[in-house]
């Protein structure tokens, strides 16, 4: 579990009091929030007692206060924002933290967040921008040689390989799925669902309820991610994919 930051522990001491405040206000037990998010119940405390030792990255511990705050009836998006993941812009505003006593969150202006954002999004598309081939005119090009009559044929490559995961949905579960460094789906898939992507390199399936997730590389039989409740993280390659294939993975223990 990586090490977490005074800042994180901090902030995740003041989002903890603050939910869990709002938590006994409502009446409600861990055990049914644990049911309603379909977090385990082991994080939900640890996110309220601020024990960084019990939770997973800090981007996954985001998530998982993003869903609390949901179903306390918060704005989750807010909530979750103040938890810093590693990655937050140089020279924010510092939050005003949270406020006790049912009177609610004394926010930071969201545009702050929003302009963040975008300016992430600007800088990736510039950069896409940027590496992308170049066409070229057939006047650019030079002349091409003469053929020798001794030259050999030159055999044609095969084409270039793709990988092509599918997930099949027992339960519901939280995803994430990063394709070749770009996340291209994160949400909560319910049962029944079936959706597939690829990529040409590599593809990451992050769930919070892996028991629930089947998986078929390019087209081979459905095996399960992990255990039911357990928080995983599977990469699959394309250089490794076959249809009984096992690719690297991690597991988030609680």
Not at 80 to 102: C, D, K, L, Y
Not at 121 to 129: N, S, T
Not at 183 to 189: D, E, K, Q, S
């Amino acid at each position: 579990m990586p090490h977490l930051s005074s800042q994180q522990v901090e902030k995740l001491a003041e989002i903890g009091t603050f939910l869990r405040d709002k938590r006994l206000e409502l009446g409600l037990s861990l055990e049914e929030l644990a049911a309603k998010t379909l977090v385990r119940q082991s994080i939900l405390a640890a996110i309220e007692n601020a024990s960084p030792e019990e939770l997973p990255e800090p981007v996954y511990t985001q998530g998982f206060i993003r869903r609390f705050a949901d179903a306390l009836g918060l704005d989750g998006k807010s909530v979750a924002a103040h938890f810093p993941t590693g990655v937050e812009p140089a020279q924010r505003p510092h939050p005003s933290g949270v406020s006790r006593g049912g009177v609610g969150w004394q926010l930071r202006p969201i545009h702050l967040y929003l302009t963040y954002l975008a300016l992430v999004a600007a800088a990736v598309a510039g950069l896409a921008y940027f590496f992308r081939p170049q066409a070229q005119s057939i006047t650019d090009l030079p002349p091409a040689p003469p053929p020798s009559p001794t030259a050999a044929v030159t055999p044609r490559l095969p084409p270039a390989k793709t990988l092509e995961v599918k997930l099949s949905l027992s339960d519901a579960s939280w995803l994430e799925v990063e394709a070749d460094g770009r996340v291209v789906y994160a949400g909560i898939l319910q049962s029944g669902t079936e959706r597939r992507w690829q990529a040409q390199e590599r593809l990451i399936v992050r769930s919070g309820n892996a028991g629930a997730v089947n998986v078929s590389v390019n087209n081979g039989p459905f095996q399960p991610l992990g255990q039911l409740g357990e928080v995983k993280e599977k990469e699959f390659l394309v250089n490794q994919a076959t249809t009984t294939s096992t690719a690297p993975e991690r597991t988030v223990n609680n």
